[in-house]
């Protein structure tokens, strides 16, 4: 089972490059496979088995593309790298509460008589 395991691991894409090599190849059988249709099949119904061979390559190379993630080097060295955030995040662009130098306790109720 251990054997399979890593022969698994040789058919698995890693990173990005992988991943464009895939799309290569699977572009360059779509486009011999179209060019059978065309002769296969002269006239629209070719050209039309032709355009939906060569539009999966863009379909698969998407999900390839989306399923590897960069690199951690490419993201933060990249060109278009993310701005830095300084101070506190908030979620679903909500306002904090500015913090208080004595708690929760408010001015009105700290006052002395």
């Excluded at 895939?22 to 779509?30: C, E, K, N, P, W």
């Excluded at 190379?61 to 830095?84: F, H, I, M, N, W």
């Excluded at 909500?94 to 913090?99: C, F």
């Amino acid at each position: 089972m251990a054997m399979l395991k890593k022969i698994g691991l040789l058919f698995t894409i890693k990173t990005r490059l992988e991943a464009w090599l895939v799309i290569y190849a699977i572009a360059l059988g779509a486009v011999e496979r179209g060019r059978l249709y065309l002769e296969i099949y002269p006239g629209w119904g070719g050209w039309m088995l032709a355009a939906a061979c060569t539009g999966v390559v863009f379909i698969a190379g998407g999900k390839l593309l989306d399923s590897v993630r960069p690199t951690e080097l490419a993201l933060a060295t990249g060109q278009y790298r993310a701005p830095l955030r300084h101070g506190p995040v908030t979620g679903r662009n909500r306002p904090t509460r500015l913090p208080t130098r004595h708690g929760s306790v408010s001015r009105i109720s700290r006052r002395r008589d």
